[in-house]
Each structure stands twice: as C-alpha cells, then as structure tokens.
C-alpha cells in the first residue's frame, strides 16, 4: 500500500463559461478539480491550503473513514472549518473499497465548483470483476458552475431565512408555499449545467470546449459518472451505445445493460461501453429528471462527445443525439434504481438492534426574531427528520464535543417516531407535522448494532424524490416503493439475497426505501438530502456511533493541526 500525498490550494479563479468570465472558487485553479487515483488500502493525505475568502472544509464522499472521523470533513460536525488562510492536513486509508468516489466542499454551497473525483483501483496484483477496460474516462456532471460565489452565497442566505416575497401573500399560502418549494427545491438558477466542466455544445460560446472522449474502435471503456449538481437529479444517455453498468458509490454491482443513467446528487454509477458502432461522435447527454413536479427547474441539456480515433476529426455530421427519458418519467428513474444489486449473495448484517423509521421532507418553521419572513402566518421554508431540522453547533463541531465530552454540543434526543401515515394529495396532514422543531440532535448507537432505517418521505408541501446519504458506512438498499411503508406489505419485497451497497439512496418521491448497515465505525456520522437546498433547510440528522473496546473500535486521536471554531 502507498501514501499519496497532494497539496490542495483552494483560491478565487477566473473562468470563463457561456461567454462571461466569473471568478469561482477553485481547488488549484481548475474545475472540476484534480482527480485523485489511488489503490485500495493506500492512504490519502490531502493537505488543503484555504486561500479564498469563505470557510472551507472537504468532504471525501464514499470513503468510510474507519476510526478516522476527523478526517470527513461536513463542517461542524467532525470539524470546524478551515478559516481563511489556514489549512488542514486531512489523512485517512482506503479500507477494502473499490470504485468510483469523489470529493466535495461540505461548507455552505461551495461544493458547487469545488468537488473532483476520487477513484480507487484495486489492490496491486488483483483486478476488475469484470473485463479490464481499454480506456477510463470520469465523468462529473455538475451545474450552477457559472455562478459567482457572491450569487451563490446571496441565494444561499436567502434560502436560509426563507422569506417568500410579499406578493405571494393573496394567494392560497398552501399554493405559494407549494410553488415556493418547488421552486426551492430545484432552483431555477444554475446557467447551465456542465459535464467535467464544460457546458457542451447546446450552450452559447461553448462549442469548442465541449468535452471529448476519446475512444477507438473495439475497445471496452469504463465511463465514471459522477452527479455533482448541487440541486438537480439527472437523466444521463448516451447515443447509439448500450451501457452495461457495473458498479454504483464504489462498490461493484451485478451487471446490467440499460441505456438510461439516473444519478441523484452524491450518486455514482460506473458503466463499461463497446465501441462497436460506425466509426463518428455520439452525444452523452444529461438533463433534469424533475421530481418535483409543476416547479420551474433547469430544461437544458449537457452534452461531451464520445469520438472514434477513426471518424478523421468527423466535424462534417453532427454527432448523435441518444434518447432521454421526459423530465417527469419517474418510472425511468426508479426502474433504473431498482435494477441495482450486489454482484453475489451478501451476508446481511442480522438481528436487527434498532429498527427506525425516519420522515425525510419539508416543512415551515417560524420567523427568527427581527427577521422578516413571508410564509403562512410569518413562517419560513424547513425541511426536517422525523420533524426536527437540523441545526450545525458553532462552538465546537459535534465530534469533538463527544471526544472532549464537552456538554452542550448536541443533544441525544433524536426522536423516534411511529410510523406515520401521509396523504400524499397533502389535503389533511397533521399541523403538528409541518412544523419541525430546530436541534442539534444524535441518535446514539452502541459499536457494532445493526441499524434497519425506513426512509419515508413525507410530501408534505411538494413531493420530491431526497437522494439521502449516509456519512462514514456503506449500508444494504433493501427495498424502495412509494406510497406510505407497510411494514406487513412491503417486508415481503425487501431483498435478503443480494441488495445493492451504497452510499446515497434516492427514496422515490412521495415514497419510501429501506436500508441497513451496522454501526461498526465510531464518530458522529451526518445523514442528509444531497440536494444542497435541502440540507440548508435542516433536511438532515446525526448518529452518535460510541466508542467500542480496544483501539480496533474507537475512534483515533485528533489530528494536532483540526482546525477549531
Ligand atoms: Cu457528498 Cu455530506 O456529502
């Protein structure tokens, strides 16, 4: 195993996008930043040089960070940030994982322009579980790139205080509150979006720099795909070619050919291509999937181009264009979910020590003093679990606060709710459930319980399909379904043989997925909506894994250099 270290200096840099120059937040002035490639049991050290003007911390998504919670990055939770001109040294090991992972910014919306890939081969000596490829591309999907950061934090501040404008306020506040929402939770406000950072050929001024891929005739290529939109789950195709996809969230999975990708935020899914067709260009192209239905959302499309070495430059016909699934063609994306499984029989982690049941959507909380706040009755927009929106600490982050025991930081009162039942036509829900308490509240677990987590989703205000991810595990995807969970119903379908292992799962919307991993790496471990305004709006919760005995199962100690608030 090796020790791959890199320097990574976040600054203000200028780029040019659809014919404008903005200056964006950059990890050593490019974007999407450097991939990192590394072999599984190697170890990672990233020292992050903070010279933009904004708080940074990083993420690396997918990687599990045995024992090494300090190193995972949410701001607040396992650190404080690293402030303007300080730096961080994160180091962590890849522990019998494969696959395709990224890194991200997880402090306010910077992770728009700030993410790359992380790709960890397998050990030296061992290979695929399937044809080694010829060549390997990533491909990270990304969009509001183009934004400045200013816009980026004025959108953000105004998400977080929620207010809706004032003309609104004739209507029925249910319709403003729905339409605000919808609006809200798929911002009508990226430019374009961009694949490995370009917008391609549909946007103005970008032709040229539309992203090739390079590929010659009768080879098998390995296609990373990576959503790292900050708001918007994407269709993803590509013309004339089957994909047979292969793995998902860095873990392998049984091979299935399909030739429509759906990722939501946070997701990957890596797909092996035959380049067996006529020598020419063909399009991949990613656009919306729009769970949220009837709200204004971003209808462009984001193209590169897979061309064959033997096309002679092929400028002469336009490339193919594949076929998409419609904005709203919600069995699209659930069939393609649904396809997933582990490449063998798994062994389930059993008995089952905590069967939970968390709510995972919106909802409407009231107005912080001196602020003004247009929703029904002066509230403002929430999302929350299990009725509590999540709140960062500011003293100290939650990991040191359990590690120094310091009281205060947090709360162990996450509640447990009984099952709940949801009208989805949203006409008779419980008052009580629109409106979350705020908190900084963990659920503890002992080391090593088994965790069984059904995830429904509420649609209180607007349905929406919550890509949800889970910090420091990999757990089994035992079912998903919509409508409400029940539990004598929808047993009967969960997959004990070989469900899918990842990291970020879309629970389809106005519906439900069940889960489980066991809780056999110590920290406090953050689970959110990746869709950026949503976890802005409280859409998140906190386990507490404790220490178990000996050094194998606890936490190690800090490292000198954790930045502190
Ligand atoms: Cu990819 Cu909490 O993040």
């Not at 890194?103 to 397998?122: C, D, E, N």
């Not at 032709?207 to 790292?228: C, H, Q, Y």
């Not at 519906?511 to 990746?530: Q, T, Y």
Request: glycine content about 8%; aromatic content about 10%.
């Amino acid at each position: 195993a090796e020790v791959h270290f890199h320097e990574f200096i976040v600054q203000a840099t200028p780029m040019k996008r659809l014919c404008r120059t903005h200056n964006i937040i950059t990890v050593n002035g490019r974007y999407p930043g450097p991939t990192l490639a590394v072999r599984n049991g190697d170890t990672l050290v990233v020292n992050v040089v903070n010279r933009a003007k904004y708080n940074v911390t990083l993420h690396w998504h997918g990687v599990r960070q045995m024992r090494t919670a300090w190193a995972d990055g949410p701001e607040f939770v396992t650190q404080c940030p690293i402030r303007p001109g300080g730096s961080y040294r994160y180091r962590f090991r890849i522990e019998e994982q494969e696959g395709t992972m990224w890194w991200h910014a997880h402090s306010s919306w910077l992770r728009a322009t700030v993410h790359g890939a992380l790709i960890v081969y397998p050990k030296r000596g061992s290979s695929y579980p399937f044809p080694h490829p010829n060549t390997e591309f990533p491909v990270i999907l990304g969009t509001n790139s183009l934004l400045s950061l200013l816009d980026i934090y004025a959108y953000a501040w105004m998400q977080m205080i929620s207010c809706l404008t004032g003309e609104w306020w004739n209507e029925d506040p249910v319709q403003v509150i729905r339409r605000a929402t919808r609006s809200g939770a798929a911002p009508n406000i990226s430019d374009a979006f961009t694949i490995n950072g370009q917008p391609g050929d549909f946007y103005k001024c970008s032709s040229k720099d539309t992203t090739i891929l390079p590929v010659a005739v009768g080879e098998t290529n390995l296609l990373r795909f990576i959503n790292a939109a900050l708001n918007q789950e994407l269709f993803i195709s590509l013309a004339g070619h089957t994909m047979t996809v292969v793995a998902a969230d860095a873990a392998y999975t049984k091979p299935f050919a399909t030739s429509v990708l759906m990722l939501g935020p946070g997701q990957t899914t890596d797909v092996l291509i035959t380049t067996n067709q006529p020598a020419g260009r063909y399009y991949v192209a990613a656009r919306a999937y729009a769970s949220a239905q009837g709200g204004p959302f971003d209808t462009t499309t984001t193209t590169a181009i897979l061309e064959y070495s033997n096309s002679g430059g092929g400028q002469a016909f336009p490339p193919a264009f594949p076929v998409l699934p419609a904005f709203n063609d919600t069995l699209a994306a659930t069939t393609f979910a649904a396809g997933m499984r582990s490449p063998r029989p798994v062994k389930l982690p059993g008995p089952v020590d905590h069967h939970l049941f968390f709510t995972v959507g919106l909802g409407l909380l009231s107005c912080p003093p001196n602020r003004f706040c247009a929703g029904p009755n002066g509230t403002r927009l929430a999302a929350s679990m299990n009725n509590v929106s999540f709140q960062l600490p500011t003293r100290l982050s939650m990991l040191q606060g359990y590690h120094l025991g310091v009281p205060g930081v947090f709360t162990t009162d996450f509640p447990a709710v009984p099952p709940v039942r949801f009208d989805y036509t949203g006409s008779n829900i419980s008052q009580a459930l629109w409106q979350p308490e705020r908190g900084t509240k963990v659920y503890p677990l002992k080391y090593g319980s088994v965790v069984q987590i059904v995830l429904q989703g509420t649609g209180i205000l607007a349905g929406e399909e919550h890509p949800m991810h889970l910090h420091g595990y990999h757990f089994y995807v035992l079912a998903t379904g919509f409508g409400n969970f029940d539990p004598r119903r929808d047993a009967a379908r969960f997959n004990l043989v070989d469900p899918p292992f990842r990291n970020t799962v879309g629970v389809p919307v106005n519906g439900w997925a069940v889960i489980r991993f066991v809780a056999d790496n110590p920290g406090v471990w953050l689970v959110h909506c990746h869709l950026d305004v949503h976890i802005t709006w409280g859409l998140a919760m906190a386990f507490l894994v404790e220490n178990g005995v000996g050094a194998l199962q606890s936490l190690e100690p800090p490292p000198p250099d954790l930045p502190l608030c």
